[in-house]
């Protein structure tokens, strides 16, 4: 049965228009004005609504498999979509770490049996496994990550040597984790000398530094440069850091690129104090001059991509004093709704959220028939009203973890459906299970 979606407004490749949208077999189908129902044809209407592509997140951490006390790829798949995000790519730094390709099989098997989104990993790279980045089918892997500064799930690859080899040696996306080990070592050591474990909240930006984000982050772009990698920096943090990159030329044409998370373009060092470590994230959150400098690179093209970097843990976790109090946190049930929320207060235009979000990811990744509204291309698709408001309370969130930084905020947006290959798999506020989901596949 084909689905009509009558008289939403469509916000696709820097326009928005008020367009009829036909979804068949699982792609779209056409895109046109005022299209008559088909027999026995279901007809949505979305009459002042807004249809976007459905996100593409290209960072997250679904702790599956080895710490599904946390989450699973199930639960989060399932809050995913029910925030519009219906693509999702993993990071390798699981229980055991994503490092070879027997464990790269077992994570596809796992998604396919229980993701409710679309989904593709990332290959973790390490001091020790170039063999097994040599033996990868780049037409199933998304791309590789290294963690230049230790985060959660240690897979710091510090060996020099090892790391210029990987540089020159793949055509795969490099995403790069980038803080200055030595930097940080030093920075925790003299805190510790002064606290103790129990070191302030508001202390973690001066730890995990401007100085010790830009020191990596240029290293790894002159190690890029020097190769010819084709780097991704993720989750940029600071200000001088987004003085690295180019608004030049079309991001096609880019070998170095950059992405930017929500909760630092949401949060700032002065919501530490009310929200202590469940926003203790690694970059860490800097101050209101770098969330400023974050929006003007975004908005400006210096910055690529919008992602999460969801990474839950469990309250009891975060409740730990400084030293102890994991890295991360829960955002992909209501990343859109922040962005929207941010667009209508004029920190962002809906077609640039869209590019960023949507547009982008499947451009840098080559994701194959996703990421916009275009006939022939998969009906990835979610409908926002912008004129109803969504308040986040404890007992609507579908996290594992049971808890969000965003308890208590109001949205000025409501996430109305999620399209996955055309079919709906969030309505009305609830999740509806169906099979859904497919592998993402690549243009290489």
Same mark, same amino acid.
């Given at each position: 049965?084909?689905?009509l979606?009558k008289n ?8 928005t ?9 699982g ?9 008559l129902?088909l027999e026995?044809?279901?007809v ?6 807004y249809?976007l ?6 960072q997250v951490h679904f ?23 219906? &693509?999702?790519?993993e990071?390798p ?5 994503t ?5 790269f099989?077992e994570?596809l098997a796992i998604?396919?049996?229980?993701s409710? %989104?679309n989904y ?19 037409s199933?892997?998304?791309?590789l990550?290294?963690?230049l !500064? *230790?985060?959660?799930?240690n897979m710091?690859?510090?060996n020099e040597?090892?790391?210029r ?10 995403s790069?984790?980038?803080e ?6 030093a920075?925790l ?5 002064e ?12 730890i995990r530094s401007?100085e010790?984000?830009?020191? *990596? ?6 190690l890029a440069k020097?190769?010819g990698?084709? +780097?991704?920096?993720?989750? +940029? &943090?600071?200000?001088? /850091?987004?003085e ?11 070998r170095?690129t950059?992405?930017v998370?929500v909760h630092h373009?949401?949060?700032s060092a002065?919501d530490?104090?009310?929200k ?5 994230w ?10 400023s400098? +974050?929006w ?6 210096r ?14 976790e975060?409740s ?5 109090a ?5 955002? $992909? ?8 929320t941010?667009a209508?207060?004029?920190k962002?235009?809906? /077609? ?9 990811? %499947?451009?840098l ?5 996703? !990421? ?9 698709l979610?409908? $926002? ?10 007992e609507g969130?579908?996290y594992q973890?049971g808890?969000?930084?965003?308890e ?12 996955v290959n055309?079919?709906?798999v969030?309505?009305?506020g ?5 099979e859904?989901?497919?592998q +993402?596949t690549?243009?290489?």
């Amino acid at each position: 049965m084909t689905q009509l979606i009558k008289n939403a407004f469509l916000v696709n490749e820097g326009k928005t228009s008020q367009h009829d949208l036909r979804i068949q077999d699982g792609k779209i189908l056409t895109i046109a004005e005022k299209l008559l129902p088909l027999e026995n044809e279901e007809v949505i209407d979305a009459t002042g609504k807004y249809l976007l592509p459905g996100l593409i997140d290209d960072q997250v951490h679904f702790r599956e498999p080895g710490l599904t006390h946390k989450a699973c790829i199930k639960s989060e798949s399932r809050a995913a979509v029910s925030g519009g995000i219906t &693509s999702f790519i993993e990071m390798p730094n699981t229980v055991p770490q994503t490092t070879t390709v027997e464990k790269f099989d077992e994570k596809l098997a796992i998604a396919k049996e229980n993701s409710l %989104a679309n989904y593709s990993f990332m290959f973790g790279g390490t001091n020790d496994n170039f063999d097994e980045i040599q033996r990868l089918d780049t037409s199933k892997v998304a791309g590789l990550k290294l963690f230049l !500064g *230790s985060s959660t799930g240690n897979m710091l690859v510090d060996n020099e040597a090892i790391l210029r080899k990987i540089f020159a040696s793949t055509d795969l996306v490099i995403s790069v984790h980038c803080e200055d080990e030595p930097t940080v070592k030093a920075n925790l050591a003299a805190h510790i000398a002064e606290y103790g474990e129990d070191i302030p909240i508001e202390k973690h930006p001066i730890i995990r530094s401007h100085e010790a984000c830009y020191i *990596s982050s240029s290293k790894a772009i002159a190690l890029a440069k020097e190769t010819g990698a084709r +780097l991704h920096v993720f989750h +940029l &943090s600071t200000a001088i /850091e987004t003085e690295l990159f180019d608004n030049t030329i079309p991001l096609k044409d880019k070998r170095i690129t950059a992405e930017v998370c929500v909760h630092h373009l949401w949060f700032s060092a002065d919501d530490y104090a009310e929200k202590g470590t469940l926003i203790k994230w690694n970059p860490a959150v800097k101050n209101e001059a770098d969330r400023s400098a +974050l929006w003007a690179a975004l908005n400006d093209d210096r910055i690529d991509v919008l992602a999460t970097d969801h990474a839950p843990h469990t309250l009891e976790e975060k409740s730990n004093v400084y030293t102890k109090a994991p890295s991360g946190g829960p955002l $992909v049930q209501h990343a859109l709704l922040a962005l929207l929320t941010a667009a209508k207060k004029g920190k962002i235009t809906l /077609e640039k959220l869209v590019e960023k979000a949507c547009h982008n990811p %499947a451009i840098l990744f080559q994701i194959a028939k996703r !990421g916009y509204l275009r006939e022939g291309y998969c009906a990835d698709l979610v409908l $926002v009203d912008l004129d109803r408001t969504t308040t986040v309370t404890k007992e609507g969130l579908l996290y594992q973890c049971g808890w969000s930084p965003f308890e208590g905020t109001t949205f000025d947006a409501v996430i109305d459906r999620t399209w996955v290959n055309g079919k709906t798999v969030y309505a009305n506020g609830k999740i509806i299970e169906v099979e859904a989901a497919q592998q +993402l596949t690549f243009d290489r």
